[in-house]
C-alpha cells in the first residue's frame, strides 16, 4: 500500500520488527540490494513487536555519499523536527536530545559552547584518567573470571566517563545508566515500555541533572556541568532547562556508544584471529588505524533522521517537503564504492572515511576525541594483560 503521491513500499523493508532483530548477515543483505539497485528507497512505517505501525513512513538513505550529503545539507534537511526515526513529539524528543534536535544558528552556537569542555587541555587530562580506569576495570576482570563482558567491561569505561564529565555521584551512576538503557531501548520487547514509562524515565534523568545543577549553582566544580551553569552564550546563560537537556542527552549518548562499539570490536577481534595477532604485533603502531576500524564495524548508531524542507531531488528522486528522511549509518559503512571489501574487518584499512561518528557537517559527534581515546586505552590494558581472552556470541 502506498501513500498519496508516494511510489509503493519497497520490497526490502527496513521497518519490520524482524529486521532489526534477526541475523546481522540478513540486514547486510538487505542493504547490499538497496544500495546496488535503490539507495533511495520508500519505506514503510517502523512497526513495533506486534507488527503495528508506530510512525510515519520515510526515505531511506543507505550510500555513503548521500548519508554524507543530506546530513551536511541542514538547509534541504533539517533536525529541528524530529532526529528520531519514530514520530516523537518534538517538544517531548527535545527533552532528551538536547542540541541534537537543533539547527544552525542555534545548534552552532550550543554547539561552540558544549565543545570548550573538549580542548586540548581538557582532553589531555581525561587521557590520564582514562588510563587509570582502564587499568581498574582490567584489574577487576581478572579478579572476577569469566562474565558477562559487556556488563562488567564494555559498559564501565563509558559509564565512568560521562559520570566524571556531568558530575554524577558514584553512588548514583549505574541507577541512571539503567534509567538511559531503558530510554534507548523503549521499542525493545525485554524492557516492555510504553509511553507512559518512557517518561517517567526521561522525568528521573530529568530531576537528577536538575538536582545536580542547582548544586553546581552554588558551588561549581571542574565537571561539564559545572561549566554549562557558569557560562553563557550570546552574553546570557543557559537556562536551567537547556542545562538539564545537555545532562541527559550526555548520559544516554555517553553511555551507550562506547558500549556497542568495545562489545563489537572485541567479537571482532576473537572472529578474526589473524588481525588481533597483527594489531598485538605493535599494538602503538597499528592502534590507530584499528581504532577506526572498531568504529565503522561497530557502527552504534544505526540511523538519524532529517526533515525535508522543500522539494529537493537525491539521486532522481524527488523528495518532498516535511517527507521524514533517515539516514542509515551501518549501511553507509558498508559502502563498497568507499571501502574495499567492506564485510571484512580490517584493522590496516587506509583511508577509513566511516560515518560512525556522522559523516560531518554540523551534527559531527562532539565527543569523537574522546571516544577514540577510551578505546585505545581499555584495549591496551585488555589485550596486553589478558591476551588469551574470548568471547562468545552476543544475546
Known amino acids: 500500500m502506498s501513500t498519496s503521491g508516494k511510489p509503493a513500499y519497497d520490497p526490502v523493508s527496513l521497518s519490520a520488527f524482524d529486521f532489526w532483530s534477526g541475523p ?10 538497496l544500495r546496488r539497485e535503490r539507495p533511495v528507497s520508500w519505506q514503510r512505517p517502523p512497526e ?5 505501525e508506530r510512525a510515519r513512513p520515510y526515505w531511506a538513505i543507505v550510500k555513503h555519499q548521500d548519508v554524507c550529503e543530506v546530513g551536511r545539507d541542514f538547509t534541504s534537511f533539517c533536525s529541528g523536527e524530529g532526529v528520531q526515526i519514530d514520530d516523537v513529539p518534538i517538544e517531548i524528543e527535545r527533552r532528551f536530545v538536547s542540541f541534537l534536535d537543533m539547527d544552525p544558528p542555534r545548534h552552532t552556537q550550543f554547539r561552540s559552547l558544549v565543545q570548550r569542555a573538549f580542548g586540548p587541555r581538557q582532553i589531555t587530562r ?64 525485554e ?24 548544586e553546581r549553582m552554588k558551588q561549581s566544580g571542574e ?60 599494538f602503538n603502531v597499528h592502534a590507530k588505524k584499528a581504532i577506526e576500524e572498531f568504529l565503522r564495524w561497530g557502527t552504534t548508531t544505526p540511523t538519524m533522521r532529517r526533515t525535508a524542507t ?28 568507499v571501502f574495499s571489501a ?41 589485550l596486553h594483560r589478558i591476551p588469551e581472552l574470548d568471547v562468545g556470541e552476543p544475546e
Open 126 to 189: 581525561m587521557e590520564a584518567a582514562l588510563q587509570r580506569q582502564s587499568t581498574v576495570i582490567v584489574d577487576r576482570l581478572l579478579e572476577r573470571g569469566p562474565c558477562d563482558f559487556v556488563a562488567h567491561v564494555s559498559m564501565e569505561l563509558p559509564l565512568w566517563t560521562v559520570s566524571e564529565l556531568m558530575g554524577v555521584p558514584e553512588q548514583d551512576r549505574r541507577h541512571l545508566a539503567s534509567v538511559a538503557n531503558r530510554i534507548a531501548g523503549r521499542t525493545d520487547p
Open 48 to 52: 513495533d513487536e506486534q507488527g503495528k
Open 223 to 282: 565537571d561539564l556541568l559545572s561549566y554549562l551553569v557558569q557560562e553563557g552564550m550570546d552574553g546570557a546563560k543557559l537556562t536551567l532547562d537547556e542545562v538539564v537537556s545537555t545532562f541527559v542527552v550526555f548520559i544516554m549518548g555517553g553511555n551507550d556508544n562506547v558500549r556497542h562499539t568495545t562489545s563489537a570490536a572485541m567479537k571482532a577481534l576473537c572472529d578474526f584471529p589473524d588481525q588481533r595477532k597483527l594489531l598485538m604485533s605493535d
Open 191 to 214: 524492557y516492555g515500555m510504553d509511553a507512559q514509562a518512557v517518561m517517567s524515565c526521561v522525568e528521573e534523568l530529568e530531576n537528577a541533572g536538575r538536582i545536580l545543577a542547582k
Open 342 to 382: 567492506p564485510t571484512q574487518f580490517d584493522i590496516m584499512r587506509d583511508s577509513n572515511r566511516h560515518v560512525a561518528f556522522g559523516g560531518g557537517g554540523p551534527h559531527f559527534c562532539i565527543g569523537a576525541p574522546l571516544v577514540r581515546i577510551q578505546l585505545r586505552t581499555l584495549f591496551n590494558e585488555l
Open 24 to 33: 546481522p548477515s540478513h540486514r547486510e543483505d538487505a542493504f547490499a540490494i
Open 310 to 337: 522543500c522539494d529537493v531531488t537525491v539521486r532522481g528522486v524527488e523528495i518532498k517537503k516535511g517527507d521524514k528522511v533517515v539516514l542509515f549509518f551501518s549501511s553507509a559503512n558498508r559502502d563498497e564504492e
